[in-house]
């Protein structure tokens, strides 16, 4: 595994084999949520946005949860996120994070 050049908040760990997981630590602190990105097909994205929207999951176009019922358009794909049910905030994306 190859550890990559840290990204705002995040460092990469590349797994090679085209997933990379992103690392955000906090040290002073309890345990925390967490935050999980998924790289999706952008023919599948849609379907998940209807999937959280029949069991009523509210998403957000930001992770600070203010964009209520909307998806985002960053690096030219589309993303959302939502909470898990452990509190998680996960992250549905169709165009990986434009890195440095």
């Keep these: 595994m190859k550890v990559g ?8 760990v590349d797994l090679g084999n ?3 997981l992103d690392y955000y630590e906090k040290r002073d602190e309890p345990i ?3 935050h999980y990105a998924f790289l999706v097909p952008d023919e599948q994205f849609d379907a998940m946005i209807a999937r959280l929207e029949v069991v009523g999951v509210a998403y957000y176009a930001c992770p600070s949860h203010t964009e ?3 998806i985002n358009r960053l690096f030219g794909g589309r993303g959302a996120y939502f909470d898990a049910p452990d509190g998680h ?3 549905v994306m169709t165009r990986p994070y434009v890195r440095p």
Excluded: D, I, K, Y
């Excluded at 050049?5 to 990469?12: D, Q, Y």
């Design 89 to 91: 905030n996960m992250e």
């Design 5 to 12: 050049t840290p990204f705002g908040p995040f460092l990469p």
């Design 68 to 70: 209520a019922g909307q």
């Design 18 to 20: 085209g997933v990379t």
């Design 32 to 34: 925390q949520s967490q």
